[in-house]
């Protein structure tokens, strides 16, 4: 029987979703295990056995010095690392709040201090380079099964190149944008997640970021001043993910 | 000197604690929450409410439905939007599910590898692969419920003020309603593993609760009636964590499985009350390592409940009809019982329907002093009696029953 490759899971700053989804991958996590080993994983081993990973998954935006360590170390001992989730490929909604941390803190906590070395949240793909980004608030746990895979058997993973408007089509899903008013970001957000914010009725809000490419901010802004949003909702809407540039 | 724990493993979060000893003797113990800031009520500052339960979701998302939840409540409280037992039953039905998947969660996955001593579930799978199993299928159960009413596993987006964007079928409920009942058998047998467990850690000596079950309009404790948590609770900054520490009339308190038997067993299901009463005298000691066993016995009250609730819903029919809400200035408090304790949202809102203040306390804010006595009390016992190994990990098992979600405990603010 050939080796397992090797599987790091690191947590830096963010809910804790994009690690339990991959707990909610239930029989599947155990047909990945057919291929890999996990030495690293916080939320679901006391073991911590690694100091080198084939492939390392990376979630959460790096908030603190301790986050930027963490994310030097996975980078510097795996061969293949994933900005795995929304946080870690465009910071999510903990980065979209854009004052200077000394503010934050202050407002938070109450003095000037930073004792415990917090930084502005930012996303992973900042700080190191990625073999791979998949996004998602959280992201679809059958794509990273998918993404895992395929590397497991020496297939290089593909990026989807559609929006989530694809995916409404393909459901058969009422257009809640033009038939009910509801600002959606579905034409101009990366596909992947199914469609599952319309399958409720209800807008896309951007969850998986910008679809790289042909996109069109500036067409999606002119639906919604036509549909009477504001500036500054739209312009927030725009930002809450991922950092659009309209 | 001081010995410093490493991070905690199989908790929600980044999280770690020092022990000081000082001639010999435990003096002090700091459990240091190192998740980073996440500032969420800075970052619903301004916005319109509409938008807002579902940023708050991003919170947690082993438990985002308790803050979707609470969050809706908080909004229509200040505008003074009062549900009908449709939307509440639904509502209630969601987080029962949720109750279901955290419950299982941390029992099967982050517990049960103590009691069997394997370090994680995927180990224990090998020698205990049905309990695994059956802890998954348990899970599996509470996350379906949790995509009917919440819209998906993590951070849906289906729970608005005034209502749902898409209602449940009478096919998705019927479901609930069969499976519950089947499911039944696990959840008493998870009781009875669970029995097992030693006391550990400290007696808690004040218990703090919503007033109803799974969310109430007011808090409740052991020694008191109602309260705003603003009458009681006070928080304060710890230079050594992100997280702060909230105290009731000055002391350490629990919310939790445990609280909530012990201040709402009337407001049991009948199995759940007979389980209840048959381990009264076990959970009336108040060791926080008896969180676990409370837990179990929720697993049955909410396979009962949810039983209960579908009944209820299949008879009376959906009418899938959302309450109008006009936005007004006001202010609102959501309490809620997320899996691990009582949750707040607290909003005032402008006459646009903009968030105008925002405060949020977590369960594991809540705990945190009492965590930290736990600790305290543990490693006392344990410093120069056990090895150190051993007595590390008896303290992170004390943590681990709390059922601690580190990401959530980073962000309470007061503006």
């Not at chain 2, 930290?372 to 056990?386: I, N, T, V, W």
Request: with cysteine; net charge negative.
């Amino acid at each position: 029987m050939m080796d397992k490759l090797k599987l790091g899971v690191f947590e830096l700053t963010d809910c804790g979703g994009c690690a339990l989804n991959m707990l909610f991958l239930y029989e599947k996590l155990f047909d990945l295990l057919e291929f890999y080993e996990i030495t690293e994983f916080h939320m679901a081993t006391s073991l911590s056995e690694g100091n080198h990973y084939d492939v390392a998954l990376v979630t959460g935006t790096v908030s603190t010095q301790r986050d930027l360590n963490l994310l030097k170390e996975a980078r510097n001992h795996s061969e293949y690392l994933i900005a795995l989730g929304t946080c870690a490929t465009h910071g999510s909604v903990q980065a979209s709040v854009e004052l200077p941390i000394r503010e934050k803190l202050k407002a938070v906590y109450g003095d000037d201090g930073n004792p415990m070395r917090a930084l502005d949240s930012k996303p992973v793909v900042e700080y190191v380079a990625v073999d791979f980004a998949l996004p998602g608030c959280p992201y679809d746990k059958n794509e990273v099964y998918q993404v895992l895979m395929d590397i497991a058997k020496g297939i290089e993973p593909v990026r989807k190149d559609y929006p989530v408007c694809l995916e409404c089509k393909l459901n058969e899903y009422e257009c809640v944008l033009v038939k009910k008013g509801l600002p959606c970001l579905g034409p101009i957000t990366y596909g992947g997640c199914n469609a599952v914010c319309v399958r409720s009725g209800l807008g896309c809000i951007g969850c998986r970021g910008p679809l790289p490419g042909e996109v069109n901010p500036a067409g999606e802004y002119e639906i919604l001043k036509e549909l009477s949003y504001d500036d500054e909702y739209i312009v927030r809407k725009f930002k809450t993910f991922a950092r659009w540039e309209p | 000197m001081i010995i410093e724990l490493r991070e905690f493993t199989r908790v929600e979060g980044n999280g770690k604690a020092e022990i000081v000893i000082e001639d010999g003797e435990v003096k002090d113990v700091r459990l240091k929450i190192i998740e980073g800031p996440r500032f969420f009520e800075l970052l619903t500052l301004g916005r319109h409410y509409y938008d807002v339960p579902d940023l708050e979701a991003r919170i947690c998302a082993i438990c985002y439905l308790s803050h979707s939840v609470a969050s809706v409540l908080g909004i229509e409280r200040a505008f003074g939007v009062e549900v009908p037992e449709e939307i509440a039953l639904i509502r209630e039905l969601g987080l029962i599910g949720e109750l279901l998947e955290s419950h299982a969660l941390h029992l099967y996955l982050l517990v049960a590898p103590d009691v069997f001593g394997y370090p994680d579930a995927i180990r224990m799978a090998t020698k205990h692969g049905e309990l695994v199993k059956e802890g998954l299928a348990l899970k599996g159960f509470g996350n379906r419920i949790r995509v009917m009413v919440g819209g998906r596993e993590i951070h849906g987006i289906n729970v608005k003020p005034g209502g749902f964007g898409r209602y449940p079928t009478v096919e998705e409920l019927e479901r609930v309603e069969t499976e519950s009942e089947a499911l039944l058998r696990l959840a008493r047998r998870a009781v009875r593993l669970f029995t097992q467990l030693d006391p550990y850690g400290a007696q808690a000596k004040h218990f703090v609760a919503t007033d109803g079950y799974l969310w109430g309009e007011k808090l409740v404790s052991d020694e008191e009636g109602e309260f705003h948590y603003t009458e009681r609770i006070e928080e304060r900054s710890l230079v050594y964590s992100f997280a702060k520490q909230s105290r009731y009339k000055g002391e350490a308190f629990f919310v939790g499985a445990l609280p909530r038997l012990l201040l709402k067993s009337e407001m049991l299901t009948p199995r759940a009350k007979r389980l209840f009463e048959e381990h009264r005298g076990k959970l009336e000691t108040g060791y926080v390592s008896y969180n676990n066993l409370a837990q179990a016995i929720e697993l049955v009250y909410s396979l009962e409940r949810a039983n209960e609730i579908a009944k209820t819903l299949l008879d009376r029919g959906i009418e899938g009809e959302n309450i109008p809400v006009e936005p007004r200035e006001g202010e609102g408090i959501g309490y809620v019982e997320a899996p691990r304790g009582v949750l707040i949202h607290h909003y005032r809102i402008d006459g646009s329907g903009n968030i105008a203040y925002s405060n949020i306390i977590t369960p594991t804010a809540l705990n945190h002093a009492m965590m930290e006595a736990s600790l305290l009390e543990e490693a006392r016992k344990l410093y120069g009696e056990a090895d150190e190994r051993a007595m590390i990990g008896r303290l992170e098992e004390t943590v681990r029953a709390f059922d601690p979600c580190i990401s959530c405990s980073v962000h309470l603010v007061k503006l």
